[in-house]
Structures are given as C-alpha cells and as structure tokens.
C-alpha cells in the first residue's frame, strides 16, 4: 500500500514538474518577446491585451514569443514543405520537424505541431530519466532527481520547438534499456537519437562499455554478445542512412541551381 503511495506521489511530482516548468516558461518569453520583438505578429500586435482577445493576440503571446533561431526560420517550413525546398534545411537533422510534420499532414498547424513534439517529448524524457534514475536511487530521491533536473536553467529549451527534448528522450532510453540489458531497443533508441541531432552517434560509446561490462561480469564471449553487438551498429547506421541522402539532395539542389552553359 505504502509503494502505491509513493508512486502515486512521484508520479504527480514528475507531471507537476513538467507542466509547472512548461508555464513557468511563458512569463519569461512573453517579457523577451515584448522587449525584442522579431516576427512580424511580434512587432505589429502589442503585448498588452485587447479586448475582446482576439486570434492574432492569442498567436502573438502564445505562441510566436516560443520560436526563435532555426525554430523560427525554418522547422516551420521544413514541417510545411518538406525538405526539398531548400538547401539550407538540409543542415537539419530530420527526426523532430518530420515527426511534427506527420501532425501537419492530418491538419494541424505547422507551430502547433512543434510545439506538441516538443512538449511530449519533454513529458517522454522525464518519465524514461525517472526510471532510469530509480535504477539506483531510492524512489523520492529518483523523484527529487527530476525536480531537480527541471529547475537547472537552461532546462527551459526542453519546451521551446527545437531538437533537445526528442534527443534527450531517445538518448535516456538507450541509456536505460542498456541498462536493463535490452540491447535491440537500446540500438534502435540509439539510433533515433543519432536521426535527431548528430552527437546521438556518441551514444554508442557508453552503451559499448555497458555491454562490455555486462559480458564480463556473466563471462560471455564475443560470439555469445554477436547479437548485443549488432544492436549496437544501429546507432551509426542511423547516422550513415541520415547523412548520405541529405549529402546527396545538397549537392543535387546545389548543382541544380547552378547556371547552364551552353559552351561545349
């Protein structure tokens, strides 16, 4: 009885963690957003509400103040278009605007469905850290762990539409079901990690060690771990089938827009 409890209570602790932060968040971008206005809506409609509220005031405090940088300029365009229409969007790794771009496709709104991505993914690796933490804490300082992970300050990234919060989700669950020694999930975390942001290749290192130490300890050889080890190559595959058709359509969209000559 006294496990449900506290279970319960971790569970309500990690959920007001998420969304306390998330609203937190708001106050601080609102005061940027009013002091260094960039979009258009920012510059044209002012932080001071109107009455009635109407739909562009909502955009402007709600959600425009959220996108900046490359989730200003081009995640947005990336989950409306697709990555053709640009050279400059291939720099991005596809994982996060393509999975809000899947939300676009059945109708929604091309900021809405970032900011979802993000969100979920920050609620995902919350929970997937608190159970990884658990792993070798008590459960309130697992519980705590999380609050504690929230309140470092640049922990406001995770709710703003960029990359960070689907990385750190992938990258704590290969961490964990290495740890738990499920190494196929472990490679295919890895390796959405590694689709996601480029430093997702670095995870193969800690779980080769991982798996390294779990073949000591139970005294295996390497052809009894073949398999662990295949799981493993998930994580550069990611990478290597990432990297070459984003090379190939730069270079294609590059030489495509060259001028023609017509000397021989």
Avoid at 44 to 62: A, C, F, H, K, N
Wanted: hydrophobic content about 50%; overall charge positive; proline content about 8%.
């Amino acid at each position: 009885m006294r496990g449900t409890h506290t279970d319960r209570y971790g569970a309500l602790l990690l959920l007001l963690s998420w969304l306390g932060l998330g609203l937190l968040s708001f106050p601080v971008v609102l005061a940027a957003s009013a002091r260094y206005p960039v979009s258009v809506l920012e510059q044209q409609v002012p932080i001071s509400p109107p009455r009635p509220l109407s739909g562009d005031y909502r955009e402007r405090t709600l959600v425009d103040p959220l996108f900046r940088w490359d989730a200003m300029y081009h995640f947005p365009r990336i989950v409306a278009q697709g990555y053709v229409s640009g050279v400059a969007k291939l720099a991005f790794y596809p994982l996060f605007p393509l999975s809000a771009r899947v939300l676009h496709m059945v109708g929604m709104n091309p900021y809405v469905s970032l900011l979802l991505v993000a969100w979920i993914g920050t609620l995902a690796y919350l929970l997937v850290f608190h159970r990884l933490a658990g792993l070798d804490l008590p459960g309130e300082d697992a519980d705590w762990a999380v609050s504690l992970l929230m309140v470092f300050p640049m922990s406001m990234i995770l709710y703003v539409p960029c990359m960070e919060s689907l990385f750190l989700f992938f990258a704590a669950a290969a961490l964990l079901f290495s740890r738990l020694r499920l190494w196929l999930v472990a490679g295919l975390a890895g390796m959405l990690a590694a689709l996601t942001k480029q430093p997702g290749i670095l995870l193969a290192i800690p779980l080769a060690i991982e798996l390294l130490a779990d073949s000591s300890k139970h005294r295996r050889g390497l052809w009894q771990t073949m398999g662990s080890w295949f799981s493993l190559a998930l994580i550069p595959l990611g990478f290597v089938l990432d990297y070459l058709p984003r090379s190939y359509l730069r270079t294609y969209l590059h030489v495509s827009r060259q001028p023609r000559s017509d000397n021989p």
